[in-house]
């Protein structure tokens, strides 16, 4: 048993997962440890479980690649064109840099992986999402993508596993509020921006659980977005505690594809 696994004693039973999650992280305060929790990679008896968790005695806590140096390696570079570059980020790390934390982060690697050029990190994933982010090698690269993403021109496609059996494809049209920042949430009303609209076409389902695998298309997308409307439709991520999501070994969702003007990237997804 590593030194980041810990089993739990009588003494803590019942305690929430994040306050219990002292015992592992001493130093860290409760909004640190609440967001591990939020970002997938603290599992119990090797399912992630959200922040308010009641843990029991006997059960296994585990925090996963608290030593980013093993999430290092998989991060890699998966093709370059015209300027951009695509690089794989694996669920369970952040895109960006945070503040006070600079290590374990895709951002905080680009230096490395491009140490002959300037890049600069064009857009973000969840932590707990697997897949593409974009790089920009130059200045004219980013400037070219952040008009495309103003226009509307970029398509970003997604695997997801959602809970339920999916039958026909739809488009999500409800404009998100996203006020809240922990949680974005779906309005009654349509986003008259049709590139912040998700579509969603099912691919095959399981036939051992009661899961679908969808595609999901997006073009321009903000936090959560996909997310947040593959709940409202009643078909959460798989893994997606905080939208209602069924309890998994990490949230199954994996930015596979993305095309923009003079580019296009695919990397290969690990659950579908």
């Given at each position: 048993m590593?030194?980041?696994?810990q089993?739990?004693?009588?003494e803590?039973?019942?305690?929430?997962?994040?306050?219990?999650?002292?015992?592992?992280l001493?130093?860290?305060?409760?909004?640190?440890?609440?967001?591990?929790?939020?970002?997938?990679r603290v599992l119990?008896?090797?399912?992630?479980?959200?922040?308010s968790?009641?843990?029991?005695p006997?059960q296994?806590?585990?925090?996963?690649?608290?030593?980013?140096?093993?999430q290092?390696?998989?991060?890699?570079?998966?093709?370059?064109?015209?300027?951009?570059a695509?690089?794989?980020?694996?669920?369970?790390?952040?895109?960006?840099?945070?503040?006070?934390?600079?290590d374990?982060?895709?951002e905080?690697?680009l230096?490395?992986?491009?140490?002959?050029?300037?890049?600069?990190?064009?857009?973000?994933?969840?932590?707990?999402?697997?897949g593409?982010?974009?790089?920009a090698?130059?200045?004219?690269?980013?400037?070219?993508?952040?008009?495309?993403?103003?226009?509307?021109?970029?398509?970003?496609?997604?695997?997801?596993r959602?809970?339920?059996?999916?039958?026909?494809s739809t488009?999500?049209?409800?404009?998100?509020?996203?006020?809240?920042?922990?949680?974005?949430?779906?309005?009654?009303?349509?986003?008259?921006?049709?590139?912040?609209?998700?579509?969603?076409?099912?691919?095959?389902?399981?036939?051992?659980?009661?899961?679908?695998?969808?595609?999901?298309l997006?073009?321009?997308?903000?936090?959560?977005?996909?997310?947040?409307?593959?709940?409202?439709?009643?078909?959460?991520?798989?893994?997606?505690?905080?939208?209602?999501?069924?309890?998994a070994s990490?949230?199954f969702?994996?930015?596979?594809f993305?095309?923009?003007?003079?580019?296009s990237?695919?990397?290969?997804?690990?659950?579908?």
């Open positions: 590593s030194d980041m696994t089993t739990v004693l009588p803590y039973d019942a305690a929430r997962l994040d306050r219990f999650l002292r015992v592992l001493p130093e860290a305060g409760l909004r640190h440890r609440r967001r591990l929790c939020e970002d997938g119990v008896n090797g399912i992630v479980r959200g922040p968790f009641k843990v029991r006997g296994d806590v585990e925090l996963m690649d608290h030593d980013s140096g093993a290092n390696h998989d991060v890699r570079i998966v093709g370059r064109c015209d300027g951009f695509a690089v794989f980020k694996p669920h369970g790390m952040h895109s960006a840099v945070i503040a006070g934390r600079e374990g982060t895709v905080a690697m230096p490395d992986l491009f140490p002959a050029e300037n890049p600069v990190l064009l857009n973000r994933l969840d932590g707990p999402t697997s593409i982010v974009l790089v090698l130059n200045r004219d690269a980013r400037l070219q993508y952040e008009r495309a993403q103003e226009a509307g021109e970029l398509r970003k496609y997604y695997y997801a959602v809970q339920g059996r999916m039958m026909q488009v999500v049209r409800d404009r998100l509020d996203m006020a809240n920042r922990k949680k974005t949430r779906l309005t009654d009303d349509v986003d008259p921006d049709s590139a912040r609209w998700t579509e969603v076409e099912p691919i095959e389902c399981g036939m051992e659980a009661d899961s679908t695998l969808v595609r999901c997006i073009r321009r997308g903000a936090r959560h977005q996909i997310r947040a409307h593959l709940s409202g439709t009643g078909h959460p991520i798989v893994g997606d505690v905080l939208y209602g999501g069924p309890e990490r949230l969702l994996h930015h596979y993305v095309e923009g003007p003079g580019f990237f695919v990397v290969d997804d690990d659950f579908s």
